[in-house]
């Protein structure tokens, strides 16, 4: 996907709109110029004192009808102009959000939540702005500019040839400097409020540690010093700004002295009348309104690149290229929804900031139905290794399939084949029932009331006043930590895939009901295939096959049984998780 797309594509589409709203700017343009030329012109043939009222009266009709019309006019080309934006605006927010949803999880794991938020919120707003405060003026401005020089060379080329040649100041040398300018001052800010933020966010989670070691003001100073380094960038920018209108508007005065000049002695040569004077000095003010604008609009075009690099930034994740690239046929999905046997190959992967491998030369080969416990320090390569399985990342190297075929093919289908429980799964506010439904939309309640049932929660909703239409509040907060994790375990239920995967689901509970939750999972998953990512050994000896990972490598790895009796190294750790154990 090109880079321009996201602007040109709109450009082409509705280029007779674009046209029409350049059109419009130049008839409101030409209605200001024609109401100053022939009110300066109504005011000095009114001056010499004319014999009959119908030697003005002409001029007195142009002057109302310029006046009435650009402001009709004016009218029109904002409503088209804002009709024509909000039409691309509105496709602009369904394309966004076409190449974000295939691609949740992948989004997830790689971008920030603020940053996807930032892209939906701001910066398809600011391309709409590209429209209305870029281009449409700048178009204007370069068409009137033509027209102007062209009107003036009819009474004298010389002239009109300086005036083209003046003008270039407002058309292109001002906009250039303020551009290069707005460049490099916002660049400067960006570096910034980028440290500004960073020593924020270390500082609130950080809080209670700058308080106790008595240092909590040496912080204030410092953040206080760099705001102040970025508030000066940010008043240096303004500074410019308004000594760039100040050069504007000196620009206009000059050629104001310059047009009076030309038409005074345009009069004394006997070329021009002298009621033409007033009308072509004051026709200058309604064309520098068209023009002084221009500066202020090439300002914003870092804004809009820094749009269009957060878009870009997710360009490969574009719903017509998905839909090309990563789909499987139907037959392969209703495949693996029935059987998924998953291998890695080999795989290894490096994220971009790292310079160390998170998983390397990882191979494993799970059948359906089989029960895998990956277990690990934080930072071992546990979650890249459930990216690599869900299809999120693609290996550097080797091969990470789903009956053959490469996960990442299966896309935006891959929860249909495989369901995870995590730590925090999110628990909307709405009501019980929908809440689980999120696993499967179009389950009866009778469906609903089942997979609760399973999981252990029926008696208790059915004891709340509502039942299943009890509200669940925000993030779930009616419930405890179990009871949430046991609604996410009922949407999974429900879901019905073949592959479920346990992202360390009990972290967080006391051990009673880590205890209760896992034996609930393992009795209510039976046949599928399970891989359960955990830090320590609660519950191993329910697993088929237990993998010790260690620096993105298999470190161990066998039945719980087989470890216990040849791996040394996995004795000690499991009599040292044994205090908290109990029998599942």
Known sequence: MKREEWIGLYLRTHRFRFVLVIFLGLLTAGCASGLMFTSGYLISKASLRPENILMVYVPIVLVRAFGIGRAAVHYTERLVGHDTVLRILARMRVRLYRMLEPQALFIRSRYRTGDILGTLADDVEHLQDVYVRTIFPVSTAVVMYVLWVAFVGRFDLSFALLMALYLVILILVLPSVSLWITYRKRKQMKRGRN??????????????????????QNFVQSYEADEAKVTSV?????????????LGHLVVGVLVILTAGWAGQQFADGKLEGTL?????????????????????????????????????????????LSAECKVSDQVLEEAQKQAHIRLENVSYRYEASDERSVSDLSLDIAQGKKVAVIGRSGAGKSTLLKLIQGVIVPEQGKATINGVSVDQFGSDIPKVIAVLNQRPHLFDTTVANNIRLGKPEATGEEIRKVAKQVKLDQLIESLPLGYDTPMLETGDRFSGGERQRIALARILLQDTPVVILDEPTVGLDPRTER??????????????????????????????????????????????????????????????RPILTDI
């Open 195 to 216: 440290r500004l933020y960073q020593k924020l966010t270390d500082a609130v989670l950080g809080l209670s540690d700058w308080v106790i070691s008595g240092r909590s």
């Open 234 to 246: 940010e008043n240096s920018l303004h500074r410019w700004i308004n000594f760039r209108t100040f």
């Open 277 to 321: 004077i007033a009308a072509f000095v004051l026709v200058i003010f309604p064309l520098m309104d068209v023009f002084l604008p221009i500066s202020e609009a090439v300002e914003r075009i870092p804004q809009y690149e820094d749009s269009l690099e957060r878009i870009h930034s997710l360009r490969g994740m574009d719903s017509e290229a």
């Open 516 to 577: 209760d939750l896992l034996q609930t999972v393992f009795q209510t998953i039976q046949g599928k295939t399970l891989i359960w990512i955990t830090h320590h050994l609660v519950g191993v000896e329910q697993m088929d096959e237990v993998v010790f990972i260690e620096d993105g490598r298999i470190e161990m790895r066998g039945s719980h049984e087989e470890l216990l009796k040849k791996v040394p190294r996995y004795c000690h750790l499991y009599h040292l998780d």
